[in-house]
């Protein structure tokens, strides 16, 4: 059974930093791409950031680039998101998934498997 848990959220001042990890079960990382996304209050879910089985990134948000970066460690078949320099704006719960070996634009479309989210509040 595939399963994704996120852990590191946490409530932390505009500037402060957190790691997001996701370990998964049920399945070989390295065989999958994967994909960070969030969910702002009142919004639909959005891409983040994903990264294809190859390494490859087809997609980093704008608004995070340069403050955020997408990591993975097959061999803990665990996906990371450093998230620095935070802003009220990132205020979500973010969830993890994976997908299939090549993504083409980190869409919620192509990915098969979600974990549950983790909440981050950034405060002012």
């Known amino acids: 059974q595939v399963q994704l848990v996120e852990s590191g959220g946490g409530l932390v001042q505009a500037g402060g930093s957190l790691r997001l990890s996701c370990a998964g079960s049920?399945?070989?990382?390295?065989?999958?791409?994967i994909g960070w996304f969030r969910q702002p209050p009142g919004w639909d879910r959005e891409p983040v950031s994903c990264?294809?089985?190859?390494?490859?990134?087809?997609y980093t948000e704008d608004s995070v680039k340069g403050r955020f970066t997408i990591s993975r460690d097959n061999v803990k078949n665990t996906m990371y998101l450093q998230m620095n320099s935070l802003k009220p704006e990132d205020t979500a719960v973010y969830y993890c998934?994976?997908?299939?070996?090549?993504?083409?634009?980190?869409?919620?479309?192509?990915?098969?498997?979600w974990g549950r989210g983790t909440q981050v509040t950034v405060s002012s």
């Open positions: 049920g399945f070989t990382l390295d065989e999958y791409s």
């Open positions: 998934a994976i997908g299939p070996p090549l993504v083409k634009e980190c869409g919620t479309y192509e990915f098969e498997y």
């Open positions: 990264i294809t089985r190859s390494g490859g990134s087809p």
